[in-house]
């Protein structure tokens, strides 16, 4: 409740209570009516949550079939290096006769020939086999950064969606706080109005703040639906119940400003997006070393073993070789002196498409790097506000309370004591939003970082469950906080696929 000041007798207290679970409860069966909504006795986890979307994701299992066929196409690349083995096998019978008067041409000819055999190829050098190879590896490396990087929008997603429900759903309570308050409020002008002390204004003020209270909190119970709505159908059909969390606690993100270098550093070697716009450019760097070994010479081992059919004609018999089987084997080179791919133009293309894949990193590298520094302090911002709050609820609690007492007095109006209230609302409000915004903030700050992993969620999930006096101290110093600056930030190191799956390179 907003108003710690006030006291309010255990029954109504209770009342309260009873109307908050009920309200909580039914936007809840309204919520899942239309999905088909798994509801336990407890909320799934956030790492549950988390897993159910990635599951049945479809853009992730997209994700990894294009995967699978980059890998296997490393596969199709290195067949290059095998022999090529065919087979042939032919045979042709002509018969030709004298139709033509006062010519030399032979009554009878007979032309009857035919083979069967094989021929083996072996490539022995080719400098663009290897280069295919390694472009069909990098390719694969570029897939799974693309995979990783859907895995951690979708992980960012699912935690910005549980944590605005748990934030709607404590503005509604607040809300409830308020209204409270108000509607003691208008009983205390009503006895006075009844009294004559004051005028019906007073009662009618009263009322007025109270409706519009009832429309804030009509408004944000459609908005809490629309994202727990939102949120089963990310998790295919998984929700949450926000009675089973906390509004807020006193535990803020462990993130200094001087640490900003490091978190900095990250992005070359460990931001998906970044990494995938770097493998591409070697991709094209590739290209480019290709069309230059385009002249370069190809040799290959060649093979052919024949053998001669026996004619079935007494004609083809007087023509018919005694060996029957033909050898050869050599080496053969081939070397490229004109081909239109090898042209001046194709070589400038690929060049100015290396130079693109290049720009295409680097910008890249600066759009993380500009995402990652606005994330950064707008953690710190959320921070700062949190604790400016802290200390501005306080001072407009006490300033409520003065203003309670000065109205029953006749030193203060009803309309300052409805001010004074929704001050106090309005600064819990805001200190809420700033708790929440700055733990969305960090995982998406881990999220470009490179660093986001599974134990981060259950961190959060468990510091949101805990059984603690919300809001009753605020994080002044290490010992107030349970996550801290990530390894793999200040040791930064190359980055492993996090999406459950084997992503290691075959050689």
Do not use: C
């Amino acid at each position: 409740m907003i108003l710690a000041k006030t006291k309010l007798p255990t029954s109504v207290l209770s009342l309260i209570f009873i109307i908050s679970f009920l309200s909580t409860t039914q936007v809840q069966a309204q919520t899942l009516e239309p999905q088909d909504v798994s509801i336990t006795t407890g909320s799934p986890t956030l790492l549950e949550l988390q897993q159910a979307t990635i599951s049945q994701n479809p853009e992730l299992k997209a994700r990894y079939a294009s995967s699978d066929s980059a890998k296997s196409n490393i596969d199709i690349a290195k067949t290059a290096w095998y022999p090529s083995i065919s087979a042939n096998i032919g045979k042709t019978y002509g018969r030709g006769e004298d139709t033509f008067k006062d010519t030399n041409v032979a009554s009878s000819k007979v032309n009857e020939t035919g083979k069967i055999g094989f021929n083996i190829t072996q490539n022995l050098y080719d400098p663009t086999i290897r280069l295919n190879i390694e472009q069909a590896k990098l390719s694969y490396q570029a897939s799974e950064y693309a995979t990783t990087q859907t895995y951690d929008d979708l992980t960012n997603r699912t935690v910005s969606l549980f944590l605005d429900i748990l934030a709607n759903q404590a503005q509604i309570d607040l809300l409830d706080g308020q209204q409270t308050a108000v509607d003691a409020q208008k009983k205390q002008a009503q006895k006075s109005f009844d009294v004559g002390t004051v005028s019906i204004t007073d009662v009618r003020e009263a009322e007025a703040k109270a409706d519009k209270i009832a429309a804030q909190r009509a408004s944000l119970d459609l908005q809490l639906k629309a994202k727990q709505q939102e949120l089963a159908v990310l998790t295919g059909g998984l929700t949450i119940n926000p009675a089973d969390y906390h509004s807020s606690t006193k535990i803020l993100p462990d993130i200094q400003a001087t640490e900003i270098g490091q978190w900095q550093a990250s992005i070359t070697d460990q931001n998906m997006a970044v990494q995938q716009a770097l493998t591409e450019y070697q991709i094209a760097k590739l290209d480019t070393k290709k069309q230059d070994y385009q002249y370069y010479p190809k040799v290959q081992l060649v093979v052919d073993n024949n053998r001669n059919f026996e004619p079935i004609s007494q004609a083809g018999h007087n023509s018919y070789s005694n060996n029957k089987w033909e050898w050869s084997a050599g080496i053969q080179l081939n070397m490229n002196l004109y081909n239109a791919n090898t042209n001046s133009a194709q070589t400038g293309k690929t060049r100015a498409e290396e130079t693109l894949k290049y720009q295409n990193y680097l910008v890249a590298k600066q759009q993380q790097s500009i995402e990652l520094n606005r994330t950064f302090y707008q953690i710190l911002a959320s921070i700062a506000e949190y604790q400016g709050l802290y200390a501005a609820d306080q001072s407009a609690r006490t300033a409520l309370s003065a203003n309670q007492l000065g109205y029953k007095v006749g030193m203060r109006t009803n309309i300052d004591v409805l001010e004074a209230q929704t001050k106090v609302y309005e600064a819990n409000r805001d200190k809420l939003v700033a708790w929440y915004d700055s733990w969305k903030n960090y995982i998406k700050l881990n999220q470009i970082a490179g660093t986001l992993n599974a134990e981060q969620l259950m961190q959060i999930d468990n510091l949101l469950r805990q059984t603690l006096n919300n809001d009753t101290n605020i994080a002044t110093d290490k010992s107030n906080t349970t996550l801290t600056l990530p390894a793999s930030v200040a040791n930064p190191i190359v980055p492993t696929f996090k999406h459950k799956k084997d992503a290691t390179v075959p050689d």
